[in-house]
């Protein structure tokens, strides 16, 4: 991921970390889909109103969404790519 990010800044599209990297940011956009999809329908009916399933799916794109929006912070580089290296490997740079 984090050669995908400093690939991208040097305009290298064919590296693989890029195409994990654009994969991520998809799965990202994806996420804020199905929360604004599921999050319409459970305002409407209620967490109660939904059926196991749908809570589930809610949850699922929820953490999805977490996901896909820290990458997209590093990648507008409102946070730098380092968090990724931290909260992974618990080291700075």
């Known amino acids: 991921m984090i050669n995908g990010y400093i690939l991208m800044a040097q305009n290298d599209p064919f590296h693989p970390s890029v195409l994990v990297l654009f994969g991520v940011l998809v799965w ?17 009916v209620g967490w109660r109103g939904l059926t196991r399933l749908q809570r589930i799916l809610f949850s699922i794109y929820g953490v999805v969404f977490i996901i896909g929006l ?21 080291r700075n740079g």
């Open 28 to 44: 990202g956009i994806v996420g804020l889909i199905g929360i604004i999809a599921y999050g319409i329908h459970c305002y409407r």
């Open 70 to 90: 820290l990458i997209w912070l590093g990648f507008l580089g409102i946070v730098p790519y380092q968090w990724f290296d931290w909260i992974i490997f618990g």
